[in-house]
């Protein structure tokens, strides 16, 4: 509009369009035009009443409401407003324009409503329409039956559409693409019927919805089909075969459904195909040998159960293969490689093959930016020189749990490298001296190795380093404080024995920092500038000594706070309820000391999910007035917006291996003297461990308000008084140690109300009377009220109503020496945070959980959660990372 000259005649301005009879002005497209503002309704842009085209499209009216006055351009047939941040609800008067033949109304954000009426007076008035764009606006309407019969494009994914399709969509005669996709409360019926062979539907994406039935013959007789995306529909049956009809198939997506059986071979037709994605199914038998020589791919069979060989005769045309997360076995030789010189993206990890590979084998493939072996059954060879092979543009290299014995002496020429993973391998001694030039890397996983020392890293170029559990026993280097652009460093269990170097925290990029499990000594360094971008901060079983530094308050953003097992000495910092973001707190073991008093805000922690401060020496009554600021264990299964998993959505550079993702927290559970590992933690994971400290009084009536805690130890205290009852609307809790204490008076009958409770130990106690009869207190071993002389019932030996005289209970101190730990008082709330798997991921960890007795209900069907969604995150994640590498090259 700068060039627009008001001494010059508007149907010469740029934009402008006017009818050459009348001169009457008739399209405007301002799009990319940079405008921004209001549009108000008595703009002189509604007095053009003979406009018949307008095109405001990608501009950037973000405080600006679509104006009613629209309704006043009766004459205009094409309207786009795509991309311009318009806010609010969509005016009614939008549905007079009865001329319209396209409206675009898409976005990439959804500000705009559209409420049922609008939606269905669109479809009423509007009779001459051939294209409509509404994504992502919210619709929450079901689709009306009367759909203009010119309709040729139609897309309203992610508007949040529900009901059944109406099976008419499917027969309007001009129709050519159809997205629905991402509604995921659509239900879809497919048409049975063959449709025409004259018909015109060619884009067919209905991913995230709910297609009823599975897939039809009759999709077979769409001649003209070329997209069909059928992504998390959840499909079942088999691959359906009429597909080898749609000879004009460019892109198929079945990926995330239940569909099984062989995959068969109905490709020989789809000469066109570019694109194939059928992971997260149950496939099984052989490759379709029809995908393997004239497809270019990307081809993506992740996640099912393809079993056999590869074959000698691999996919000439290919350039992205991943086969990764299958049954698949046999030798693999040379030339099975010899043939793949056009491949990009190679993926063969997690499966069954066999044999040696080496660099060699790959250097013909001059294209080649992405290699995964990851526990492929693979073994790589060391014993082959191969400073003369070059793989030019590598960028991407996992070898995790490929028997790697050294490192792989070709890297010296990848200078390209931007991603290495070669943790799980016997890789000993230290760095050679080229590594330090490998300068475009980016992520290096070097973990679970025999590495001795950590000089020649190229520090001043990673950001995600991981080199938890090797034997390095010296310093740290002095080139550590090189680091520039560093966001994750895991330098865990390892044997590393200093003071934690002031330079170390004074970075504001540093996100996660571990440290866990050294010989780190001294005081805690307290150089945490105003900027810090720590989210995660894990020291604990190390030395460390002296207050917690005060100027960790500068770390806004921090969500996990891991000092547990140390030697600190200190008071508890209240002034750490500054950090609104703390999802985990735990100071256990150490040497804290005194009441936990004079907090200033009336909510602190109000994030907090675990709070861990046993084994310490905190005196005075519970800390209520902390427990009334835990909003995050209150009222969750009313509050949707609290679940979820920790670090939701968080994004490194790692890239991705073997089915696991560094973009999701883990979990570490100590069983015994065992590890675990599992992927993501869920928020609802609630637990307070206020155990083996030296708290006195009673329990506060107030505990019951936080009744979405999963876990609750109190045990080894000095607490008096009676059971709460309160403790009633707990309903969520799963696990109560209240042992070791001075508890007195009866058990109330309404904790048989908590029909959660799977672990329970009250005993140690100065309890009386009949313990509560109910399913899940009759559950309950005699262990849970031991040392309570006076308690009767089942399932203690003593009746209820026989008299026998009171026992006079030993000093608590002498208790605890003469007695065991009751097995809840055993837990301890060891945070293992980070462990990481390996991988496009930063792990997230926590983990404790020892007992004596069965796992509780709560833990296997928690362990079944992380499952089920450590797949669905790992494969979007994967299929993300795949994208944004096609879009590059």
Request: hydrophobic share 35%; aromatic share 10%.
């Amino acid at each position: 509009m700068a060039s627009w000259n008001s001494s010059m005649d508007c149907c010469r301005w740029k934009g402008v369009t006017c009818d050459i009879f009348t001169g009457h002005v008739i399209g405007l497209n301002l799009s990319n035009s940079i405008l921004g503002g209001t549009i108000h309704p008595n703009s002189s842009l509604f007095q053009l009443h003979h406009l018949q085209t307008l095109d405001l499209s990608s501009n950037y009216f973000s405080d600006s409401h679509i104006p009613p006055s629209i309704g006043q351009l009766v004459n205009l047939a094409h309207l786009n407003l795509s991309y311009c941040y318009f806010r609010g609800r969509i005016p009614l008067e939008i549905s007079y324009l009865s001329r319209l033949v396209s409206l675009d109304l898409s976005d990439e954000r959804s500000l705009l409503q559209l409420n049922q009426f609008v939606f269905r007076m669109l479809f009423q008035n509007l009779t001459k329409l051939e294209l409509l764009s509404l994504t992502p606006i919210n619709i929450s309407s079901s689709i009306p039956i009367n759909v203009s019969s010119s309709l040729r494009y139609l897309d309203l994914a992610a508007t949040n559409l529900h009901g059944d399709l109406p099976k008419s969509i499917f027969l309007l005669p001009n129709l050519e693409t159809l997205r629905l996709s991402y509604n995921a409360h659509l239900t879809v019926s497919m048409p049975k019927f063959n449709w025409s062979s004259s018909h015109s539907l060619r884009e067919l994406e209905l991913s995230s919805t709910n297609i009823s039935g599975g897939l039809p013959s009759s999709l077979g007789t769409l001649k003209a089909l070329k997209v069909v995306g059928f992504y998390y529909c959840n499909l079942a049956g088999p691959f359906p075969e009429s597909i080898r009809n749609l000879s004009q198939i460019t892109r198929l997506d079945l990926s995330y459904n239940h569909l099984e059986g062989e995959v068969p071979d109905a490709f020989s037709n789809a000469q066109k195909l570019t694109f194939v994605s059928l992971e997260s199914n149950s496939f099984n038998g052989p490759f379709p040998s029809s995908l393997r020589n004239h497809f270019s791919g990307p081809l993506s069979l992740i996640q099912n159960k393809l079993k056999g060989e590869i074959g000698a005769q691999m996919f000439s045309s290919l350039k992205y293969l991943d086969l990764s997360s299958n049954n698949l076995s046999g030798e693999v030789e040379e030339v099975m490689f010899s043939s793949m010189q056009n491949l990009y993206l190679l993926d063969l990890s997690s499966n069954n093959l066999s044999g040696e590979v080496e660099a060699e084998m790959f250097s013909s493939m001059q294209n080649l930016y992405f290699l995964d072996l990851s526990r492929s059954g693979l073994s790589w060879s060391s014993n082959k020189d191969s400073t003369n092979t070059t793989i030019p543009h590598l960028r991407f290299l996992w070898l995790r749990f490929c028997h790697v014995k050294d490192f792989p002496d070709f890297l010296s020429n990848s200078k390209e490298l931007w991603i290495l993973d070669l943790s799980e391998n016997e890789i000993h001694g230290q760095f050679p001296k080229w590594f330090g030039g490998l300068v475009a890397l980016q992520s290096l996983n070097l973990s679970h190795n025999y590495l001795t020392s950590l000089d020649h890293l190229p520090w001043q170029t990673p950001v995600f380093v991981d080199l938890q559990t090797n034997s390095p026993s010296e310093p740290l280097p002095s080139s550590l404080c090189k680091l520039s652009y560093l966001t994750f460093l895991d330098l865990s269990y390892n044997n590393l024995s200093a003071e934690i170097p002031n330079c170390l925290v004074t970075s504001a990029r540093l996100e996660i920092l571990d440290l866990r499990a050294n010989n780190f000594h001294g005081l805690l360094p307290n150089k945490f500038p105003k900027n810090s971008g720590l989210i995660h901060f894990s020291l604990s079983k190390n030395q460390l000594e002296g207050p917690i530094p005060t100027s960790l308050v500068n770390c806004t953003y921090l969500q996990v706070l891991d000092l547990g097992n140390n030697k600190i000495r200190d008071t508890f910092p209240t002034w750490l309820e500054t950090l609104q973001e703390l999802e985990i707190l735990i100071l256990e073991s150490n040497r804290f000391y005194g009441p936990i008093v004079a907090f200033k805000t009336k909510s602190p922690f109000p994030s907090l999910s675990i709070f861990d401060l046993s084994g310490n020496s905190f005196t005075g009554s519970l800390p209520i007035e902390v427990l009334k600021g835990f909003k995050a264990m209150m009222n969750m299964n009313a509050d949707k917006s609290k679940r979820g998993y920790l670090f939701d959505g968080a994004y490194y550079l790692q890239g991705s291996t073997s089915g696991e993702s560094y973009d999701e927290e883990s979990m570490i559970l100590f069983t015994k003297n065992q590890e675990t590992k599992f992927n993501k933690i869920l928020r609802i994971f609630t637990t307070i461990d206020l155990s083996r400290n030296k708290f006195e009084g009673e329990i506060p009536k107030f505990i019951g308000n936080l009744n979405s805690l999963l876990l609750l130890n109190l045990s080894h205290n000095n607490l008096t008084g009676h059971i709460p009852i309160e403790m009633r609307n707990m309903s969520t809790l799963e696990a109560l140690d209240l042992s070791y204490n001075q508890l007195s008076g009866k058990i109330p009958e309404e904790l048989a109300n908590l029909t959660f409770l799977v672990v329970l130990n009250l005993s140690h106690n100065h309890l009386v009377g009949p313990i509560p009869r109910s399913n899940q207190f009759n559950t309950f071993t005699d262990d849970s009220y031991f040392g309570n002389h006076d308690l009767c019932g089942f399932p203690l030996s003593n009746e209820c109503g026989q008299h026998k005289s009171s026992f006079v209970p030993v000093s608590l101190v002498e208790q605890e020496e003469e007695e065991e730990p009751g097995f809840l008082s055993e837990m301890t709330w060891q945070s293992a945070l980070i462990g990481f798997c390996c991988g496009l991921t930063f792990g997230f960890a926590i983990l404790y959980i020892i007992y004596r007795f069965q796992r509780p209900r709560w833990f296997i069907d928690f362990l079944e959660t992380i499952t089920h969604e450590m797949i669905y995150r790992v494969q979007r994640g994967r299929k993300r990372r795949m994208n944004n590498h096609q879009k590059r090259q």
